[in-house]
């Protein structure tokens, strides 16, 4: 569709953030069948591993000796998965509605890191008069925190807004929405995306994000005791590719914008290998 019409990115993008993804938050918050303990634990172990990926990319940078920009690329394409459109329709074609409660979860506490952490990261450096409060404020303009932050009060207070149809029906039609809705938009980001050449640090960035992400999502769940149903969405999830925000902040913030573009489009290519391999192996252990 992108190469016949070229399709506007920025709205359709514009269509999920603002619109779309807090609605499926609000009311996937107020639906999910869990405590607010198991909300707590699943959101650690999401944080957790994106803490561990950012050590680990470090670590690869020193190996390679790699310049300011490329290893904050390199950082931020191995930390932060495209949980929305690639992940929220993942889990619920896979494991169904009870997984996508889950995956709102891990979907909060990847876009809350990737516009605090991942600013932050991304500024590190810049020399920018107000790069932090420019940070701050990027991060306090995505409706997603308020969607969330609004169903904790619904949830604190025992409102039920579910009870009030004119506004709980456009709601449910603007989560029902979103799997279709994002998947185009992923067709159209894999369209506009021009691919530089595969070198040794892209290879680190997508084996830390493909590969060993879902390996400690895996070792991390399992000690802590999480069920295996519960386990298994975080695991498939971790393998997510490259967030597309990603290329824009080291865009935005003077970071390799060639390695962070290549970084979402190889790896989003690549895991529909590793994507199907987990996920069949997930249906092996959870059976």
């Known amino acids: 569709m992108d190469r016949r019409f070229g399709l506007n990115l920025e709205t359709l993008v514009k269509v999920n953030l603002y619109l779309l993804v807090p609605g499926f938050?609000?009311?996937?918050?107020?639906?999910?069948?869990?405590?607010?303990?198991?909300?707590?634990?699943?959101?650690?172990?999401?944080?957790g591993v994106i803490l561990l990926s950012g050590v680990l990319a470090f670590i690869m940078c020193r190996v390679l000796t790699l310049k300011a920009g490329s290893r904050k690329a390199l950082a931020l394409a191995s930390?932060?998965?495209?949980?929305?459109?690639?992940?929220?329709?993942?889990?619920?074609l896979a494991f169904g509605q009870a997984a996508a409660s889950v995956q709102v979860y891990v979907l909060v506490t990847m876009n809350v890191s990737t516009f605090t952490m991942g600013l932050l990261l991304a500024n590190a450096g810049d020399g920018k008069p107000g790069s932090h409060w420019r940070a701050l404020l990027s991060t306090l303009r995505q409706p997603a925190i308020y969607a969330v932050a609004t169903a904790a009060f619904c949830k604190a207070m025992d409102l039920h807004p579910e009870t009030?149809?004119?506004?709980?029906?456009p709601l449910k039609m603007m989560a029902e929405a979103l799997v279709g809705i994002a998947l185009l938009t992923l067709g159209v980001q894999l369209s506009?995306?021009?691919?530089?050449?595969?070198?040794?640090?892209?290879?680190?960035?997508?084996?830390?994000?493909?590969?060993?992400?879902?390996?400690?999502?895996?070792?991390?769940?399992?000690?802590?005791?999480?069920?295996?149903?519960?386990?298994?969405?975080?695991?498939?999830?971790?393998?997510a590719p490259t967030a597309v925000n990603t290329a824009l902040l080291a865009h935005e913030f003077g970071?390799?914008?060639?390695?962070?573009?290549?970084?979402?489009?190889y790896s989003t290519l690549i895991s529909l290998v590793t994507t199907t391999l987990t996920l069949t192996l997930l249906r092996v252990w959870i059976s």
């Open 25 to 47: 938050v609000f009311v996937r918050l107020l639906t999910a069948p869990m405590s607010g303990a198991q909300a707590g634990r699943i959101m650690g172990v999401s944080l």
């Open 79 to 92: 930390m932060f998965g495209n949980c929305g459109n690639f992940g929220l329709p993942l889990v619920t």
């Open 164 to 169: 009030i149809r004119w506004l709980w029906e």
């Open 192 to 239: 506009k995306t021009k691919p530089a050449p595969v070198k040794l640090p892209l290879i680190s960035a997508l084996t830390i994000r493909l590969l060993i992400a879902p390996l400690m999502t895996w070792a991390i769940t399992t000690w802590l005791g999480f069920d295996r149903a519960t386990a298994a969405v975080m695991i498939l999830t971790s393998g």
């Open 255 to 265: 970071g390799d914008t060639a390695f962070a573009t290549a970084s979402v489009y």
